[in-house]
Structures are given as structure tokens and as C-alpha cells.
């Protein structure tokens, strides 16, 4: 079967770093994705990562480890705003994605 | 940027009828388009990736007599729950790619389907 894991709750005050882990077991891979989602939202994009390393962005970065099946969001100086679910999906082929369990992400003041 | 555009936002059907979502690419051409299912505070779920000009591919469990798409444009696809029941009420949202090559997906605004 196919599996992504992620924490389910995070918690960090405005101006923090926090990470958020996603680990996975897939058929297939070709990549691994971010994506971002407020309550009754669409998710949008935030990053893809096809090789090993990190990739920034602003005040995301993102991180794959394909021989640990390992990948995390790192997002900086968190704001309000940045209070979303957040989900890592692994690209199985053809661009279709199965997605993480989500990370609900509190950010406090 | 590309725009996904879904319609409706949000519909309410009494159980036994059918409902019809659209999604529309609004700037881009697009072969291929997801179709996604997603229950309050769960994930995304895959249903069935739209093809333009042939059959959709449905996910395992999916029921292609119940949830039937058609991708009759490069720039349309449509969702039609048929015979709904309760159990089918969720927050159904599509999602298409400018190009295949292209890694972001782009989400259509989402259609919350309440069956009473």
C-alpha cells in the first residue's frame, strides 16, 4: 500500500522556525510536494522536491532524503497567517498525488 | 498564473438525485486533470485522473457508475455524482497541471456536496 506520514498537530509562536516531517512508502516516486491548505480553502502549492537536498524558498525550504524516504517543510519567522494544514504527497506518475495525513499548524502569538 | 476555476462552490441534493461539477482550466490547455476527494480534517484523497478524449482512470474503490467524468475539452472536465447519498457528502476538488513536465498542480476552489 501506498503511506505518508506526518504529525498531525504543531504548535510555535510568531516568528519561530518549525519543522514538519513526512515520512512515506510508495509504489512509485518521482517526487515529493508541499502543499498548503486553510480551512475551506484549495491547497496551494509551496514546493517539490525531486532530488535529495533542500530547496528554498522565501521563508520555506523544503527537504528530500529518497534513501530514507524522509522529507520535511522548514518554514522561518512564521506569521498569523502561516495558521494552515499542511501536506506533503508523493508524485506517483503522471502527476496524480497521494497526499500525507496533513500537519495542522497553530501559530500563537 | 494558471487558474483552475470549479463550479459550483457548494451545492445541497436531496439523496437519489445527481449532481454535476465542472473544472476548468481558464488560461492553459490541459490533457489531464485529477479529481480529488477530501472528508472534514482528513487528506486528499485520488478518485480518478480525467483524460481528454478517452476514459478517466479510476482509483482503486472508486466506483466509475457512481462518480462519472467526462473530459470532453482540453479545458473542461466534469464530475457527476450520481444517485447521491449522504455518505457522499464531502469537499470534491480537481486539479490540473499547466504542462505535464510541470511539477505544481494547480487546485480548483473545491465544491462542498451536502446530500440530505
Known amino acids: 500500500g501506498q503511506s505518508l506520514e506526518q504529525p498531525s498537530e504543531v504548535t510555535a509562536v510568531e516568528g519561530a522556525i518549525v519543522q514538519i516531517n513526512c515520512t512515506y512508502q510508495t509504489s512509485g516516486f518521482y517526487g515529493l510536494s508541499w502543499y498548503q491548505q486553510h480551512d475551506g480553502g484549495a491547497p496551494t502549492f509551496l514546493s517539490y522536491n525531486a532530488l535529495d537536498g533542500l530547496e528554498e524558498t522565501g521563508r520555506f525550504s523544503s527537504f528530500l532524503s529518497r534513501s530514507d524516504s524522509y522529507g520535511y517543510l522548514l518554514l522561518q519567522e512564521l506569521q498569523m497567517k502561516d495558521s494552515a494544514s499542511y501536506f506533503c504527497?508523493?508524485?506517483?506518475?503522471?502527476?496524480?498525488?497521494?497526499f500525507g495525513s496533513g500537519t495542522r499548524l497553530q501559530v500563537q502569538p | 498564473g494558471a487558474v483552475v476555476s470549479q463550479h459550483p462552490s457548494r451545492v445541497i441534493c436531496k439523496s437519489g438525485t445527481s449532481v454535476k461539477i465542472e473544472c476548468r482550466s481558464l488560461?492553459?490547455?490541459?490533457?489531464?486533470m485529477f479529481w480529488y476527494r477530501q472528508f472534514p480534517k482528513q487528506s486528499l484523497m485520488l478518485m480518478a485522473t480525467?483524460?481528454?478524449?478517452?476514459?478517466?482512470?479510476?482509483e482503486q474503490g472508486v466506483e466509475k457508475d457512481k462518480f462519472l467524468i467526462n473530459h470532453a475539452s482540453l479545458t473542461l472536465s466534469t464530475l457527476t455524482v450520481t444517485s447521491a447519498h449522504p455518505e457522499d457528502s464531502s469537499f470534491y476538488i480537481c486539479?490540473?497541471?499547466?504542462?505535464?513536465?510541470?511539477?505544481?498542480?494547480?487546485f480548483g476552489q473545491g465544491t462542498r456536496l451536502t446530500v440530505v
Open positions: 486539479s490540473a497541471n499547466r504542462r505535464e513536465v510541470d511539477t505544481e498542480a494547480f
Open positions: 480525467s483524460n481528454e478524449g478517452s476514459k478517466a482512470t479510476y
Open positions: 488560461d492553459f490547455q490541459a490533457t489531464t
Open positions: 504527497a508523493v508524485d506517483t506518475g503522471r502527476r496524480a498525488l497521494t
